[in-house]
């Protein structure tokens, strides 16, 4: 029996060995798979709302020197905005491994605990990254998301050329390869560039509606209505209410006076979110919070907060999803697009 033993451990070790070094390689492979604002188990149809915030918020602008320094150092100072933009794509500077950047080294997410340390490591392999894109921002940017596979990959497959359709592809073929749902963000340079993007975008001061704002600010970024797939064209589901963009620090706010009926805390679908009534046929929701702040059954005042905004439940990124509902129940379609009630 001991000899036994003895021989099924000779014979386990090195099974044990090649399948963490399996993990290992897996884990270097996807590289920057998972940012946090990404959702790893969700399809592309389920996928709800761009986000984009004002450029970075005070998290991130607090590390510029940083950026700056070690940018110079990387001889790459002319990409401190992009640099500071996929920080805010990454963790909004909220996490202490500001950058994701621990994969890059091969290790777990988040083991780096030193924002600094972070910013390092970050700047220094988007700055190998982007020589081995020969100096190609975008596809630079996309390869620090999907891994430098994605360069050799666009230059088989499209001169060497950076295209959001080619992310798409090679996030379907990561994917399918390893099993997965999902690989990487395929708009990851889009929701990069959007940080500085400072002037492509209306901003409101305010609606005149029968509803107030549901952010103290707010900036659009995906309308109610059908949606088209950026890529193939393809109608999908029927988007049944407005997105904003908003950052974990924002305070979600009530449309209007009225009740809680809903707090609902969940990691699919809408995520974490509450429905307030109004009237006998009015409600407004408000979805993917990071945390809510009232209960069930609660009354609340226009302006009061409900909770933070956040990116839980199928979403790529921190952003409200705020719909109005005549009937609870009633499919995307038959719900009113807010942007009437809030008269913008
Ligand atoms: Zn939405």
Redesign the pocket.
């Known amino acids: 029996m001991k000899k036994l033993g003895c021989l099924m451990l000779i014979l386990a070790i090195p099974i044990l060995i090649l399948s963490m070094l399996m993990v290992g390689v897996i884990m270097v492979a996807t590289g920057d798979n998972d940012t946090m604002g990404s959702d790893s188990d969700s399809d592309f149809t389920d996928v709800?709302?761009e986000y984009r915030f004002n450029a970075m918020n005070e998290e991130v602008e607090r590390y510029r020197p940083y950026f700056e320094r070690y940018a110079k150092e990387n001889g790459i100072e002319d990409h401190v905005e992009i640099l500071m933009g996929m920080t805010m794509q990454e963790s909004g500077g909220r996490l202490a491994d500001v950058m994701q950047s621990s994969e890059s080294l091969g290790l777990p997410r988040n083991t780096i605990t030193d924002p600094e340390e972070s910013i390092k490591q970050g700047v220094s392999y988007f700055a190998d990254v982007l020589e081995l894109a020969g100096g190609d921002t975008e596809l630079a940017l996309q390869a620090y998301n999907m891994g430098h596979g994605f360069i050799d990959y666009a230059h088989e497959n499209n001169g060497g050329n950076y295209s959001q359709e080619l992310a798409y592809e090679f996030g379907e073929m990561m994917a399918s390869r390893l099993g997965w749902n999902n690989y990487g963000d395929e708009n990851y340079v889009d929701n990069v560039m959007r940080y500085l993007d400072k002037n492509d975008d209306t901003e409101y001061a305010g609606g005149s509606g029968d509803w107030s704002l549901p952010l103290e600010n707010i900036r659009i970024t995906?309308e109610f209505g059908p949606r088209i797939h950026p890529v193939t064209g393809e109608v999908n589901r029927f988007?049944g209410?407005l997105?904003f963009g908003c950052t974990p620090a924002d305070d979600i706010l009530s449309v209007a006076d009225g009740k809680v009926i809903e707090a609902v805390h969940s990691n699919v679908g809408y995520g974490n979110y509450v429905t307030v009534q109004h009237g006998n046929d009015e409600y407004s929701r408000y979805a993917h919070l990071s945390s809510i702040g009232v209960s069930q059954g609660d009354t609340v005042s226009q302006g009061e907060s409900l909770g933070k905004c956040g990116t839980t439940g199928s979403s790529t990124g921190n952003h409200l999803?705020l719909e109005h509902i005549t009937d609870l129940g009633q499919p995307p379609e038959a719900k009113t697009d807010p942007r009437e009630t809030l008269g913008l």
């Open positions: 709800d709302g995906s988007h209410g997105d999803h």
